[in-house]
């Protein structure tokens, strides 16, 4: 079991920025590639961005690229992510979740945080 805890959603005006942080609670963190999913109202739960075990590695989806960016903390056991210019069409549930090794954008991933809400005010 990896437990995950999200933290730093909330509600922000259309153009402003949010970091989201994911604690993972293990002790070989850097064993586990990490990702971001988000889920929409009323819609099905999409990949967002993905990081390779040592950060060399990313992916994203269309629609956030150069907008977001997923980066994480080896030494604090924390993976983020950083939302700049946010759009109503961004607000859904992130969750966090990891995996062994290797990155995937789809949801291949043992591993899920509970969720954290993210709304954008137009």
């Known amino acids: 079991q990896v437990p995950l805890v999200e933290s730093g959603g909330g509600l922000v005006q259309a153009g402003g920025s949010l970091r989201l942080s994911c604690a993972v609670s293990?002790?070989?963190?850097?064993?586990?590639?990490m990702a971001w999913f988000r889920q929409p109202p009323g819609k099905e739960r999409e990949f967002v961005a993905a990081?390779?075990?040592?950060?060399?590695?990313?992916s994203y989806l269309d629609s956030v690229k150069g907008r977001f960016t997923i980066s994480r903390d080896n030494a604090k056991n924390t993976v983020y992510l950083q939302m700049n210019s946010l759009k109503p069409e961004d607000t859904a549930v992130y969750s966090c979740?990891?995996?062994?090794?290797?990155?995937?954008?789809?949801?291949?991933?043992?591993?899920w945080g509970q969720g954290t809400q993210v709304t954008v005010s137009s």
């Open positions: 979740a990891a995996r062994e090794w290797i990155l995937t954008i789809t949801p291949q991933y043992p591993y």
């Open positions: 990081i390779s075990r040592r950060g060399g590695s990313t």
């Open positions: 293990v002790r070989t963190f850097s064993n586990y590639a």
